[in-house]
């Protein structure tokens, strides 16, 4: 079926580092798509987010990209810091809301 | 209040009593959202409302129940708590209706025995 999943479940960095969490998906009709991040006890709050008319959108220390093609998107945060400690996932969804998916989480650790 | 705020912070319920679940938005946000988060499943939606007055179902609405009187206000009501309903429960609110950035409280524990 439908579904979105992350290749990695938990990554670890060196501070300073730079941070690459995947996200695959399988709907191709998928027409935004949107990377949260999620702090122990915390809500999700939303990183950035990039639509299909696009292959690369940039924000403060973190891009976006996203490959049509083979169905990946990828969160790309540079010179990681101790505060980017968190969970990270991916949203996929078109028009309709209630085809919006959520992947599990991706648990990113910042060693210092 | 700043944003978005949920109450309880958490709860222990017995398996058939009825709880709601309390949420409020002072930003005015036309379209609000229940999520459970469990391990491993991610974000499930539950229930929405587009604006007040309107509701919609989610992924997972068996069991729910919501309304929305007004814009700040989006309970979720539990009428038969079941232990399968046990997990953290996330009120969302976007400007706008569908798939668009959306702004998270701060969840509840809800734990059913």
């Known amino acids: 079926g439908e579904s979105v999943g992350l290749h990695l479940p938990t990554l670890s960095v060196q501070e300073g580092d730079n941070s690459i969490i995947n996200c695959a998906y399988s709907n191709s009709a998928s027409d935004y798509f949107i990377w949260y991040k999620q702090e122990s006890g915390k809500g999700p709050q939303f990183i950035i987010d990039i639509r299909s008319n696009m292959d690369k959108r940039q924000g403060q220390r973190v891009t976006v990209l996203l490959n049509k093609t083979v169905k990946h998107l990828s969160l790309q945060i540079a010179a990681t810091q101790p505060g980017d400690s968190a969970v990270y996932f991916c949203a996929e969804g078109g028009t309709s809301y209630d085809k919006v998916i959520f992947g599990p989480g991706t648990s990113l650790s910042v060693i210092p | 209040i700043a944003g978005i705020t949920q109450a309880p912070t958490s709860q222990i319920l017995a398996a058939g009593r009825r709880m709601t679940l309390r949420c409020t938005q002072d930003m005015r946000h036309n379209a609000m959202y229940w999520y459970r988060q469990d391990l491993g499943l991610g974000l499930r939606l539950i229930h929405y409302?587009?604006?007040?007055?309107?509701?919609g179902k989610g992924e997972v609405p068996d069991g729910y129940s919501v309304s929305r009187a007004n814009t700040d206000d989006f309970p979720l009501t539990l009428a038969s708590a079941v232990p399968s309903q046990t997990s953290v429960y996330f009120c969302?609110?976007?400007?706008?209706?569908?798939?668009?950035?959306?702004?998270f409280g701060p969840g509840t524990r809800l734990t059913v025995l």
């Open positions: 409302s587009n604006t007040a007055g309107t509701t």
């Open positions: 969302a609110s976007s400007l706008e209706e569908g798939f668009n950035e959306q702004f």
